[in-house]
């Protein structure tokens, strides 16, 4: 029988520094694939959505600006490592999601004396990379034209078919 798994303690590094206690909410990036209905109703794989990551932290912290508006696509660096329960097992999945882009959007939130206060980034990927137990399952990178799947390189072709 199994039972669901459950987040029980993560920990955040933005450019390798770590935000632990400090990060308070990740909104894991949500794959999407962009599809073309064709003729027939079959549906066409035109690629990889674009990729977003969201990160929160209480209280405002000046690292958390260095990868705003920086000249380099891949600026900001942010891993999320998380420890899941197994319930049924006893055992802990160590979750990690790395990605590089930029960070697009900061809202440091409203500020009032003696309430808490958290500050939201919004982090634009052009790198994803998901793995459990240290296996990777997803890695995608926009800039490389690479898109692995539980180790299959599913753009392998495409790369030498233009010569890359």
Same mark, same amino acid.
């Given at each position: ?115 808490? @206060? *958290? +500050?939201? &980034?919004?982090? /634009? ?6 793995? $459990? #137990? @240290? *296996? +990777?399952? &997803?890695?995608? /990178? ?6 692995? $799947? #539980?180790? *299959? ?12």
């Amino acid at each position: 029988m199994g039972l669901p798994r459950k987040l029980q303690n993560m920990n955040v590094y933005l450019d390798g520094v770590s935000y632990f206690g400090e990060a308070l909410e990740v909104t894991l990036p949500k794959l999407t694939r962009k599809t073309e209905e064709a003729r027939r109703g079959v549906m066409i794989d035109m690629g990889q959505e674009a990729i977003s990551l969201e990160h929160s932290y209480g209280g405002l912290m000046k690292g958390l600006f260095d990868g705003y508006g920086a000249a380099a696509i891949d600026a900001a660096l942010v891993r999320f490592a998380g420890a899941y329960d197994e319930p049924a097992t006893g055992t802990v999945e160590a979750v990690e999601i790395t990605v590089r882009g930029r960070h697009s959007e900061i809202d440091p939130g409203s500020a009032k004396p003696g309430e808490k @206060s *958290e +500050v939201k &980034v919004k982090t /634009d990927c052009v790198y994803y990379k998901l793995a $459990i #137990n @240290s *296996e +990777v399952i &997803v890695e995608i /990178d926009f800039l490389n034209n690479i898109e692995r $799947i #539980n180790g *299959e390189d599913r753009l392998a072709a495409h790369r030498a078919a233009i010569g890359l």
